[in-house]
């Protein structure tokens, strides 16, 4: 199992990157709670869209050379699964977010 303070080790690192690319990123997150490990794959990736539809709704496109970080803990009293997931975005406009598929390098890639 992995640990939140594990997983959220390379967010200490973002400040450095921050700076590199010269573009405010921010974090966008999500924690929740999953009760049966079989779902634990398809919902990680249906909160990653939401938390992506979010992120493009006000604006900022995902930052493509940083994996989304996702932290899962079994909590063994309650029997279920709590997780933490998290996506880093760059503010490119309301507009233009929907039109640019993310950010890389110094680059937006468009969809």
């Known amino acids: 199992m992995v640990s939140y303070e594990k997983a959220l080790i390379p967010g200490r690192i973002l400040g450095r990157e921050a700076e590199m690319l010269n573009r405010n990123i921010k974090s966008f997150y999500m924690n929740g709670t999953i009760k049966s490990d079989s779902d634990i794959a398809r919902l ?9 539809d979010e992120m493009r709704t006000k604006g900022y496109v995902p ?49």
């Open 44 to 52: 990680k990736e249906m909160y990653e869209r939401l938390l992506l």
């Open 63 to 111: 930052v493509l050379d940083i994996d989304p970080q996702f932290a899962i803990k079994y909590n063994q009293e309650k029997d279920n699964y709590t997780f933490h997931l998290e996506l880093h975005g760059v503010f490119v406009g309301k507009r233009k977010a929907w039109e640019i598929e993310g950010f890389s390098g110094q680059n937006y890639i468009k969809r």
